[in-house]
């Protein structure tokens, strides 16, 4: 059991947001899902060697609806991916919450859809760009100022 001070001080801890980028070889080669893993990897929501990567197979039934515009509900989901290891409901729940907090997806009364069936680079440019990379750059530069600043 934590005490009080172990318990302030764990919460203080805490990021207020938190994103991974990570850069691989250029996507030239790549396509299908190979390309959605990639890009997943790419933006934190797939680890390296991560075996459970049931959220590259929603991402390509979601890329897949966008060309068709529907809009897929759970039911859906657990229907084409029911083979799947990792395709459970609450699981698939949860890496739906996780696109949907990078504003890849959004969720409507009818399900969930690629956000506005837009394109996916004006996505990652007007939000993850600014509002996730530009203000989490611009903390660390404080702390690197903060550093400096130290006699």
């Known amino acids: 059991m934590l005490n009080k001070y172990m318990q302030k001080r764990a919460l203080k801890d805490l990021p207020l947001q938190e994103i991974t980028l990570r850069k691989y070889e250029e996507p030239s080669s790549l396509n299908g899902r190979e ?13 390296p060697g991560e075996s459970r990567d049931i959220v590259v197979d929603i991402f390509e039934l979601l890329l897949e609806s ?11 989901f ?20 996780r696109l949907k907090e990078l504003k890849l997806i959004e969720k409507l009364p009818e399900g969930y859809r690629i956000t506005e069936f837009g394109e996916i680079k004006p996505i990652i440019s007007n939000y993850v760009a600014e509002f996730l990379v530009s203000p989490a750059l611009e903390r660390v530069k404080q702390y690197a100022e903060a550093l400096d600043s130290q006699k």
Do not use: T, V
């Open 35 to 47: 390309l959605s893993k990639k890009f997943l990897l790419s933006i934190g929501l797939l680890n």
């Open 66 to 76: 966008k060309k068709q515009k529907k809009i897929l509900q759970i039911e859906a």
């Open 78 to 97: 657990l229907e084409k991916l029911k083979d799947k290891s990792g395709a459970s409901a609450p699981n698939i729940r949860r890496q739906l919450r």
